[in-house]
């Protein structure tokens, strides 16, 4: 995509960053008729939501950073015409396990027969699927009522607490540490350790912190499309940010690729963005600014005190295979193993004893990670020759594994951990891995891991976090706001990940960004 050179020198509103959120925010204002300038650093507009080939000489596009849609509302599907579909997945998970010395495992999917049969199988008895279907009957419940506020003025806690209409669950997810109400409906550790796996994601937390940081998590993986569902972007993440970049252009926003803002200045009435290029400085005023990035870039572009440092906490692996590796639970399909969340190594006590290694500093000895196939949903993100050939891909997400571990020597250290975190994989298959990889054109294997400094260096993800800054909860606090994108300058607002109720492929920081500012016209 070639950088625009031609910038107008007034807007009505200047977006920093052309990742999701900001295409949905330009879009947005655009189609209401504003004039827009988005300014993005990189080459192309998308940020962490992208589809990319990797590997040298092969032909597959893989969702390189982020890679499954929940939280994306459908309202701002089709507010903004997209052309983007998504595909659900039939299996949910598989969590393979050795018990009694044999291998085994948890499948989730397939159906109510097939899912009780696997907890049977798994547990010996009727008690933990009953527990499972309570719990996440609860769940779901919550799930309808509030994510549909995600797109509305913040309520209050009490307004939240209200639609919720649950004491008993909120004081589960909203109240006490998760960890407490897994304990209190879970007794097997391999079923505990799968429901916890969604508080984790990204975030470096205990079951039982007391900051609740895994509650937010959890709350925000259990709410999407008001079902909790993760589903499979078709064409891979990059066909989201094209397709909003399109419906943002169309509508006549300016998208200037190769220019990053460098200055904020405003009065809270009018403001100034300075930007630059590889050969060229320049100045654009607006009535708004919009800020896509970070709140650390943020405070950095306006000259306030820089919020409390982020830090990430994740591996990122990308594969290609050959073929799917067999597994040595000869009950299950990898087929059907890899189409959902592959959890490894995430039995209860196993991310406890992970995550209380690397809080002392340590790589886990036994590093949890959850794998899933995209290209068995969808096989558009393959070349035909790789698709008739039956080539794969696989996404690896490793747990607990924050920024402070890399800090000595960021390549040593990612090699050691993505070797471990292979051995813990290859340890429920019946073949290693890496028989199983393809090769690139110049017979490298096709596999790259990407640590938090890789992503902060990269996409300049503070600390490599996901989602910017610890994720909020969806309601107003002192000094949210009415939209929870506000800043102390009146037209300067947070439209990225680190707003209220960001984080995630979800482009609602967007939309409410772009809500507050046609409020104010």
């Known amino acids: ?5 031609e910038i107008s020198r007034t807007y009505d509103a200047i977006i920093v960053g052309g990742g999701h959120n900001g295409l949905v925010a330009a879009a947005y204002l655009a189609r209401a008729g504003r004039s827009v300038l988005v300014l993005e650093r990189l080459a192309r507009t998308g940020g962490a939501a992208v589809s990319t080939r990797p590997f040298a ?12 849609v929940s939280l994306l509302p459908r309202k701002i599907v089709r507010d903004l015409g997209l052309d983007f579909r998504v595909r659900g997945r039939t299996i949910s998970s598989y969590t393979p396990v050795e018990r009694d010395g044999r291998p085994t495992g948890l499948l989730v999917g397939g159906g109510e027969r097939r899912i009780r049969e696997a907890f049977e199988r798994l547990t010996g008895g009727k008690t933990e699927y009953r527990a499972w279907q309570r719990f996440y009957g609860m769940t779901g419940r919550v799930a309808e009522r509030v994510f549909p506020t995600l797109t509305e003025p913040l309520p209050t806690r009490e307004e939240l607490r209200r639609r919720v209409d649950d004491e008993t669950v909120w004081r589960m997810l909203f109240e006490e540490p998760i960890g407490v109400a897994i304990e209190e409906n879970f007794t097997d550790d391999l079923v505990r350790g799968v429901v916890l796996t969604d508080a984790l994601i990204g975030t470096f937390a205990d079951a039982h912190d007391a900051s609740l940081r895994q509650n937010r998590c959890f709350l925000y993986h259990v709410i999407g499309g008001g079902t909790g569902a993760w589903d499979v972007p078709v064409g891979g993440m990059g066909a989201l940010t094209d397709a909003l970049a399109a419906a943002a252009r169309s509508a006549g926003a300016v ?7 460098v200055r904020v200045e405003t009065d809270g009435r009018a403001a100034e963005v300075a930007y630059r290029t590889a050969d060229t400085e320049g100045v654009a005023a607006a009535r708004h600014v919009l800020v896509g990035a970070s709140p650390q870039e943020l405070a950095t572009l306006t000259g306030d005190p820089a919020p409390e440092p982020a830090e990430g906490a994740q591996l990122k692996v990308n594969m290609l295979l050959r073929r799917l590796p067999r597994l040595r639970d000869t009950a299950v399909d990898p087929r059907e193993a890899f189409s959902g969340t592959f959890h490894i190594a995430e039995g209860y006590e196993q991310l406890a004893t992970a995550h209380a290694q690397a809080a002392a500093g340590r790589l886990p000895s036994a590093p949890p990670s959850e794998i899933y196939c995209h290209s068995l949903t969808d096989r558009t993100i393959l070349g035909r020759d790789l698709a008739e050939r039956g080539y794969q891909t696989l996404t690896l997400f490793g747990l607990h594994t924050p920024a402070r571990l890399f800090g000595a020597d960021n390549d040593a250290v990612r090699d050691e951990l993505l070797t471990s975190t292979l051995a813990q994989l290859d340890a429920h298959l019946a073949e ?13 294997p096709c596999i790259e891991a990407k640590t938090p400094l890789d992503l902060e260096r990269d996409l300049r993800l503070p600390g490599g976090n996901i989602f910017h800054r610890d994720l909020s909860w969806p309601y107003a606090q002192d000094g949210t706001g009415r939209w929870g994108v506000e800043t102390r300058h009146a037209n300067v607002l947070l439209c990225g990940a680190g707003a209220v109720r960001g984080g995630g492929v979800s482009g609602v920081p967007g939309h409410n960004a772009a809500m507050a500012v046609l409020e104010q016209a």
Request: proline residues 5%.
């Open 1 to 5: 995509m070639p950088a625009v050179t």
């Open 57 to 68: 000489g092969v032909d597959a596009r893989l969702s390189r950073y982020s890679y499954l």
């Open 255 to 261: 998208l200037a690729t190769g220019h990053e803002a």
């Open 432 to 444: 290693p891995i890496a028989d199983c990889l393809a090769l690139d054109a110049d017979g490298r």
